[in-house]
C-alpha cells in the first residue's frame, strides 16, 4: 500500500487557473492602488461579476470615473474607461451617451467626486433621467487626498479638516438621488456581496439615472482618524448594523455616525429617459422631419 | 471628404455671425452640442438647437459649463464631432475640461464669443480680452489652435475650418470671436455641400488587440478608436502611457506632455494663418483680427491718404502664433501697430517676436466699442515719422 | 467713413414694434437682393427688451469696414422715445422718416421728414403688428435706397412662414402711401409735422 507523500506533488498546471474576474479586468494594471482592507475592490469585483451576469455587450459598456480613490476603478475594468476630471464624470458620460446613444455607460467614483464637486451635476443628471448607472461608492471621507471632510462625512466624525469632529449636516445620498428624480436607488455596504452583485446585475438593465450607493470602509483616513480598526472591523461593524429595508422611505435613509445604516432598494420606476422624451417629444412636434441620432452615433463614422 | 447635405443650408443669408458660426458646425458634421447660455453667444446654439433634430444631432443645455465642456470631451470619444459655445465667464469655467481634452487628445471646438471683461464686464458689449486665456487659460503645458473671424462670412467659413483643424491634430481647437462679429448681421454665402471639404473623424484600422491609443509609430498623431467599437481603450488626465495608463513618472511626463506641444509647434507653418497686404516696402505694420482688422483696415487707408507706407497683418489663426513672420518683418520695419480691445495682449506677441529690432506700438481699447479708427490712424502716422 | 458711397440708416421704436426685423428687411434687400454691402447691428440687453431699442445699418456698394453708423443719413423713428433719444446725430441733410401718430418731429434746416400713419394702417389691415412693414414700404418710396422688388424679396424670406401676404399687403400700403414709385424724385421738404392725422 502505497502512502502519497506530502509535498512531491508534480501536476501542476504551468499556469493557475484564470481568476473568474480576469476577463473583466486589465490584468496587467494589478496590483491596483487601493489599500488593505478597502471597500472599493470589492465593489469593482461584485460590478464585473454582474456585468458578466447581465449580458450585455461588453464591447458598447463604457465606464467613467472621476477623480479619487473610487475614480480609479474605470482604469482597472477592461472596458472603454474614462478617467475624467474631478466632478465631471456624470456630464462626461452624459456627452458619451449622447454621443453614441447605443452605449451601456457606467460612472463609477466616490461621495466627494459624486455630491461635492460634482453634486450640480448628480441632481441635474437625475432630474433629466439621463440613461447612466451612477456607482457611488461612500467611505465618507476623501481618501485621495488625505482624509478631509466629505459632503457625507456623519455629524461629529472626524476628518483632517474636522480635526474636533465634524459639524456639517451631510447629504443623505439616496434621497438626494430619489427627490432628483433618480429611476432607480438601492444602497448596500461592502459586506452585502451577493445582494449589491445582485442590485448592480438588476440596475444594469434598467433605463435611467440609477444610483447605486455602496456604504465602503477606508481603513487608512476613515477608520484611524476615528478610531474605529482595521478594514475587518468595517465589516464587523456593518454586519451588526445594516439593516435591510426594501422600499424604505428615503428621508429616513440618513447615516450617524457609527449607527445604523439601512441597506436595500428604495426606488426602481419604469419612467421615459431624456433621450426617450426627447425622441417623443420631437417625434410628436416635428413628425417625419425629426431626425434622431443614430444609436451608432453622429454622422460620419469610418 | 464633402459635407453631409443635410447639415449646409446652401445659399445666400443675412446672418449674424452667432448663426453662422452655428451653420458653419453643422456643415462641418457637428452633431453633438452642449452648452449653458451667456450673452452674446447664445444665439449660436439657439440657431443649433432648432435645426439639429433635422440632422440627427443632439444638443443638450448642460447645468453650467463645466458641464458642457465634460460633455463635449465625451461624446467627441464617441466620434461624434462635438462643440461648446460660450463667452467670457463660461470660457473661464471651461478651461478645466479644455485641458482635459489637450490631455486625452480629443478633437473638439470651443467657441469663444468675446465680450467685455473680467468677470461678468459687459455682458451685451465687445471685447478682444480672451486671446490670452485661450492659449494659456488651463493649467500646464498644453497647445490650441485658435481662430478669429472678422465678419458673419468668416464666422461660417472657420468654424468648418476649426473642426477640420481639431480632427487633424486632435485638439481642442477656439474659436475666437467678438460680440461685435457674432450680433453683426451680413450676407453670408454658404457653398454646396459638394464645395465644402470636411474632415472625418480618422478610426484606426488595426485590430484591438494590437491598438493603443497613444502610441504614435513615428508620426506625432496617435490613432483614434471611439468608445463601442471593441477597443476596450482606457484613456485619463493623468499623464499616460502609449496604453492610456497612468505613469507617475518626470520620464512619462516629458513623453507625454511634450509630444502635446510637438505636434502643433512642430506643425506651425501649415496651421498659422494670416493675410498680407502692403507689406513689402512698409515703415509701418499694422497688426490686427477679429473686428479691429477691418477697423485697422479704415485706419490704414486714412493713414496711406497722408503719405505713411503702411502694410497689414491681419492674423486669422491667433494661435499658434506667426512667429516667424513677425520676426523676418521686424528686420525690416521700422515699427508694428498693434490695436486690440485689450489693455495689451498679442501685442505682447508681437513684441517677443520683433525681439526690440523695431519698434512696437500697442493701441489699446478696454471694451464696450471698437476703436476709433482715427486713434489707430494717429498711432500709424506717429509710428511712420519715426521710422521715415 | 469707408471708402465708396455710404449710407447710414438708424432705426428706432419701443420693444415690440419690430425694429429689428424691419432693419434685417432692409439689410437683407441690400446685401441678397441688390447687390449691395449692408452690416446690420440690433441694440442687445435690457433695452433691446424695454423702451427704445434701436437697429443700425451701414450701407455700401464697396466692403463696409466700420460696422457701426456714426451720423445717420436716414433716421426710422417708431417711437417718440426712440426719436428724443437719436434726432440729434441724424446728418444735417438726413432723412427722418417718422410714426406721424406717435412722433412729433422737429427737424433742422437741410433735413427733411416724412411722416406715416403706419400703425393705423397696419390695424387698417387688421393687425397692428404689421406697423413694421408699413414702415419698411414707406422707407423704399421715400428714400429710394433699394430696389422695391428686392425689398419685396426680402419681406417674403424673412417674415414667418405663413404671414406673407400679410406683410407683404402691409409692405405695400406704406410704399404706395407716398404716392408714387422710387423711380420719381423724393418730393419736395416737408415741413416739420404737428403729427396730425392726414386729409
Redesign the interface.
Known sequence: MSVAKVGTRTDFPAEPPEHPTAPYLRMERIPHVWCPGCGIGTVVQCYATALGRSGVDLDKASVVSGIGCSGRAAGYLKLDGFHTTHGRAIPFATGLKLGRPELQVTVFSGDGDLTGIGGNHFIHAARRNMDLLVILINNFIYGMTGGQNAPTTPLSARSSTMPFGNFEPPFNVPHLAASSGAAYVARWTCLHIRRLTWTLEEAIQRRGFRLVEVIAPCPTLYSRLNKLGTGLDGMSFYHDNAVIRHGADTRELAIDFQKGIVCGKFVDEEKPTFSELMDEHYGRVLGEKYVPMPASGGWQHG | MKADPAGVLTGAHYLDGDFACGEGAMAAGCRFVAGYPITPSTEVVERIARRFPLMGGTFIQMEDELASMAAVVGASWTGSKAMTVTSGPGFSLMMENIGLAAMMETPCVVVDVQRGGPSTGLPTMVGQGDVMQARWGSHGDYEVIALTPQSPQEAFDLTIDAFNLAERYRVPVMFLMDECVGHMTERVVIPEPGAIEVVPRALTAKPPAEFEPYRIDGGTIPEFARAGDGYRFHTTGLTHDERGYPVMSAGCQESCVRRLLDKIQGDADRIVRFEEEGTDDADVVVVAYGITARVARLAIEQARRQGVKVGFLRLIVLWPFPEKRIRELAGSVGAFVVPEINYGQIVLEVERCAGGRCDVVSVTHGGGAVHDPAKITGEILAAGAVAA | ???GERVEVRLTGFGGQGVVLAG?II??AC??HAGK??????S??PEARGSACSATLAISDGP?????ITRPDVLVAMSSEGFEKYRDELAPEGILVYEQDLVHPTVREGQRAFGVPSTRIAESLGRAIVQNLVMVGFFGAVTGLVPVEALRQ?VEH?VPAGTEKLNLAAFEKGFEYLGGAVDQPVPEVLLPSLGGAPA
Not at chain 3, 37 to 42: E, G, K, S, V, Y
Not at chain 3, 64 to 68: E, K, M
Open positions: 467713413m469707408d471708402s434685417h439689410g437683407r446685401a441678397i454691402n449692408a452690416t446690420l447691428i440690433q442687445f440687453g463696409v469696414l466700420y460696422p457701426y426680402a424673412s
